[in-house]
């Protein structure tokens, strides 16, 4: 099993994992020790869906996020999956890495490091004093995938069984998130729990992973999947569920139940989102194109904790 890091002469770089060589079955938790500012204050910004060489808006968003970037300070950069259309990288030196990676996000403030999940079988699990932050491969969960109902087919080297591997994800997303101390808790996945996009919710996410999320109050779920903005509170916990996945093809138009409850805000075109915390206060912005800002939102937590 290998993680693939590829720096370009601009630092840029993405932490990717390949099925280089298959074989144990289960994903692996990669713990990254992510660095805070100064002020004790975290940013970033979450784009998914986006690989397109370019096209659909891709070029456009790109150069917005590098200004939000700046004006943040941004530390890192979260994408929510489905990096490169139409199927992914064929290996370290598909040139689809460099169309529609390095020289897309060009932005002094994007040369930081960018995580990703969706990338089976390693996951990147990032932990600083103020936040954690999981990946998840959500991949597995989803039956339709597995009976080729779609009609796509799809490479399951690496997964052996799909019962042993979500089992096993679970477990530790589990033991991760009840030894977590930090302040917010995040949890990042490819598949929507909640989305009125294309797709839509993702049941086998709210029968299996969204229990957890609640029992050990995570603050946000994010992900892509659907190529769209949105945001839903959840009436029954704290948590916000947040899609974005419109890094490049937008879906315009292609809207289930626009009168869902809890739903706070859904975009069609393209766009991103930025996260800024503190030990006392988590902001979410979402932008579009132009950079202008569609939604706000924040919240506040008490200051008596220990950090
Ligand atoms: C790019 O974004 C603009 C503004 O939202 C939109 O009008 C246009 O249709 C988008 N182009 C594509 C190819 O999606
Ligand atoms: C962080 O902390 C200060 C107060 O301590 C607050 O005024 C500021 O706006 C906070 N929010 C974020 C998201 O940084």
Known sequence: MAVLCRRNMAYLYLVLSFLLCSGFGFAELEKFEQSINGDGSLSFLVIGDWGRRGEFNQSEVALQMGSVG?????????????????????????????????KIYTAQSLQKQWYSGNFPLHYPYLITKLAEIFFIDTTPFVKMYFTNEEGH??????????????ANLLKDLEVALRESSAKWKIVIGHHAIRSIGHHGDTEELINRVLPLLKTYNVDFYMNGHDHCLEHFSDKESPIQFLTSGAGSKAWRGDVKEKNR????????????????????EAKIVFYDVFG????????????HSSI
Not at 76 to 97: Q, R
């Open 153 to 166: 087919t799809y490479d399951w080297r690496g997964v052996k069984s799909r019962k042993p591997y979500t």
């Open 261 to 280: 409850d809890g739903l706070q805000f859904f975009y069609d075109g393209q766009g991103f989102m930025s996260v800024e915390l503190n030990r006392s």
């Open 70 to 102: 700046e004006k943040l300070g941004i530390n890192f950069v979260v994408s929510t999956g489905d990096n490169f259309y139409d199927d992914g990288l064929s290996g370290e030196d598909d040139p689809a890495f460099e169309e529609s990676f390095s």
């Open 292 to 303: 202008e800002v569609l939604h706000k939102w924040s919240t506040k937590k008490e200051l």
